[in-house]
């Protein structure tokens, strides 16, 4: 994403393994929920000028029983802390992108943990366009972009990685131009 920006630009990727939108982890703790995390990552890195939003794979985790409108609904929460928040330019808000995840494969050797994810992970881009609508953020739908790796069906490849990131420059782009 930051090569195809170039210069003027400054990619901060805030990525955690496990992260989930709003959901305390049982097994996994509860410093893997995202809504938690927020405000500090907000305070750490402003001010900043637009905030990109790609959660939701481990909402699919059977652990959280959730559905994909549940889990667009968690991310909509997150998207409203943003823009209620004070970490843009001049203390005003950031833009937000709600970005929904390639879809699961029920695939490999973590598959037992995402037992119904497939369907939940495809319907979720419908929930999240619609929540982007209602808060007037921007959208990007990646399963057309790129697939989770079929070994294990949740991770991605370098090269789907690749493929978000200039999709998402992309996004980027439209959405300040």
């Known amino acids: 994403m930051a090569e195809t920006l170039g210069d003027g630009w400054d990619v901060i990727a805030e990525g955690h393994p496990g992260r989930t939108?709003?959901?305390?982890?049982?097994?996994?703790?509860e410093h893997k929920n995202g809504i938690r995390a927020l405000p500090a990552l907000l305070e750490t890195h402003l001010p900043l000028d637009f905030v990109i939003v790609m959660l939701g794979t481990n909402d699919t985790k059977t652990r959280f029983s959730a559905t994909a409108f549940d889990i667009?609904?968690?991310l909509e929460r997150i998207a409203k802390t943003i823009l209620?928040?004070?970490?843009?330019?001049?203390?005003s808000a950031p833009k937000v992108?709600?970005?929904a995840p390639v879809p699961v494969i029920e695939v490999g050797p973590?598959?037992?943990?995402?037992v119904g994810a497939q369907a939940k992970s495809a319907d979720l881009a419908e929930h999240l366009q619609a929540a982007a609508g209602r808060l007037g953020a921007g959208f990007i739908d990646l399963a057309p972009v790129a697939q989770a790796d079929p070994v294990d069906?949740?991770?991605l490849t370098a090269e789907?990685?690749?493929?978000?990131?200039?999709a998402m420059a992309g996004a980027v782009q439209q959405l300040f131009s």
């Open 153 to 155: 069906g949740v991770h």
């Open 21 to 29: 939108a709003v959901f305390d982890d049982p097994i996994e703790g």
């Open 84 to 91: 209620a928040s004070d970490a843009g330019p001049d203390g």
């Open 97 to 99: 992108l709600l970005a």
């Open 110 to 114: 973590i598959a037992p943990m995402f």
């Open 160 to 166: 789907a990685q690749a493929a978000i990131g200039r």
């Open 72 to 74: 667009a609904k968690g």
